[in-house]
């Protein structure tokens, strides 16, 4: 009915390992640039980037720009589970220090300083 078994079971598993392969060379560029820019932003490392509010405009950016990336792999991760994995630490921290600057509470961090 659907031809050599071999056929079937690359066109089923090629686009599977493409889009894994797709999204770890996303995540460990995306955390290559996020050491960037903790560096860039006067951090002394990324887990202490991640877990400040933001503080400028181009902080918030960035966050903004980690959660929908990680939203993104999220929704990879719809398509094939394991990446869904991937896709939960930006859009958590992304997402966290997003809520943090809508709150208005890096303002209070700055103030304790």
Do not use: W
Request: contains cysteine; positive net charge; proline residues 6%.
């Amino acid at each position: 009915m659907f031809g050599n078994p071999e056929r079937m079971l690359l066109i089923v598993i090629v686009p599977i390992l493409a889009v894994v392969l797709l999204s770890v060379v996303l995540l460990v560029s995306m955390l290559s640039r996020l050491r960037r820019q903790a560096r860039g932003h006067g951090y002394p490392s990324t887990r202490a980037y991640l877990r400040a509010a933001p503080r400028t405009d181009a902080e918030k950016r960035d966050a903004t720009d980690l959660a929908l990336k990680g939203l993104v792999l999220c929704l990879i991760g719809l398509i094939v589970p394991p990446v869904l994995l991937f896709g939960l630490f930006p859009l958590f921290y992304g997402a966290r220090k997003v809520v943090y600057a809508s709150m208005g509470l890096g303002l209070a961090d700055d103030a304790i300083r």
